[in-house]
């Protein structure tokens, strides 16, 4: 999850979709509480990706480290 500051002016719609991963100081100063989301916060999360005014969240894969065992058919 990549938080672009210049673009953040820290409107809070992120924290009120998903208020367990952005937390928004009262200054306005976003803070990301949950850098790799778990599948039952993605919803909110991606609605925060959506629906942040200035669009300056972006999700970003970035290899989770999660050691889920897979099924490779290669
Ligand atoms: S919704 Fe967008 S602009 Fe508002 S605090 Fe979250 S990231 Fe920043």
């Given at each position: 999850m990549v938080v672009d500051r210049d673009l953040c002016q820290g409107h809070g719609v992120c924290e009120s979709e998903a208020p367990a991963v952005f937390s928004v100081s009262k200054q306005g100063v976003l803070t990301i509480?949950?850098?790799?989301?778990?599948d039952a916060r993605w919803a909110g999360v991606e609605h925060a990706v959506r629906f942040c005014p200035t669009g300056a969240l972006r999700i970003e894969d970035?290899?989770?480290?999660?050691?889920a065992p897979t099924d490779e058919d290669g």
């Open positions: 509480l949950d850098e790799s989301p778990g970035n290899g989770s480290a999660a050691a």
